[in-house]
């Protein structure tokens, strides 16, 4: 529920919208749009009816925000690892779920499920949070309040062994019901790769045109075509 509060509707808007710009840009024919690791469907609930939108999510609290959220589209419970829709679509995207893919062969797998996923000269996008290249320790506030809950939230990212492919995010809480004051903290590890890694693995698993995108979003963003 924090999630849920913590992205209110309309906080990707202006993101969604240069995204589907891309998305139609190098797929005039944009139909079809799976998202991997989709939490609780902030990104694409601002998405035209008329492009399909497919949420896919291992978690199900989340996938239960998500279709408060986006009650005309369809979710599905399934690991963006291991996943079998029996159908391709015309674009799929991986926004930062792709921080919790912390091996190579992570990646491989989850860059393979898309390769077979998309339809001939479909769009595969990834949104890490960071490289190799950019990741610097840092911390991360901010809060938000919905239907009498009030949340507080500090990520901290930071790297405990620079000789590894992995960083940990701790993410302290601090929420606000009724009058009372709770605290929660989790400990994530995340994967840390280089620019050229995720080119080499996307090419591996089968996307012979594998490009980067600067100057539209904030990062480095990947785009592969089938």
């Known amino acids: 529920h924090c999630w849920d509060i913590l992205t209110p509707r309309g906080t990707y808007d202006l993101e969604a919208f240069q995204l589907l710009s891309v998305l139609q840009e190098h ?35 989340m996938l239960a925000l998500s279709r408060r959220r986006n009650p005309e589209r369809e979710h599905v419970c399934a690991d ?31 860059f393979r499920g898309a390769y077979k996923h998309l339809n001939s000269s479909g769009v595969f996008m990834i949104f890490p949070d960071t490289t190799t290249e950019f990741f610097q320790e840092h911390a991360i506030s901010g809060g938000a309040e919905a239907e009498g809950t009030a949340v507080q939230i500090l990520e901290w990212h930071w790297d405990s062994d620079p000789s590894d492919e992995q960083i940990q995010v701790e993410f302290s809480l601090l929420i606000r019901e009724k009058g009372e004051i709770s605290s929660h903290h989790e400990s994530h590890s995340m994967g840390l790769f280089s620019i050229d890694t995720y080119k080499i693995i996307l090419r591996e698993a089968g996307f012979s045109d594998v490009r980067q995108i600067d100057g539209i979003f904030a990062g480095v963003v990947f785009l592969a075509i089938r």
Do not use: W
């Open 27 to 61: 797929a005039p024919q944009l139909q079809s749009v799976l998202e991997l690791g989709s939490g609780v469907g902030a990104l694409m609930e601002s998405f035209p009816s008329n492009v399909e939108v497919v949420f896919l999510e291992r978690s199900e609290n």
């Open 80 to 110: 963006m690892l291991n996943f079998d829709l029996n159908r391709s679509f015309d674009a799929i995207v991986i926004h930062d779920a792709v921080m919790y893919l912390t091996e190579r062969a992570d990646l491989l797998k989850c």
